[in-house]
């Protein structure tokens, strides 16, 4: 399966419950710090909805 490598480039404070739990559900602790995660529809959609906290760039 596809890799999709996420980063978190700025804070989630200021901004809705909702959008923190869903940057906390995509598996983010710190600013700065890069997960890989599948490429999945489910993932699609919440790194679709945090796009302005997160960076994203295709794994290969």
Known sequence: MAVIRAK???SAIGY???QKA???G???RRLQQTVELEDT???RGMLN???HLVKI???S
């Open 8 to 10: 978190q480039v700025k």
């Open 16 to 18: 809705p419950k909702d």
């Open 22 to 24: 869903t940057v906390k």
């Open 49 to 51: 909805k945090v796009k």
């Open 57 to 59: 760039e295709e794994a």
């Open 26 to 28: 995509l598996g983010f």
């Open 41 to 43: 529809a489910s993932i």
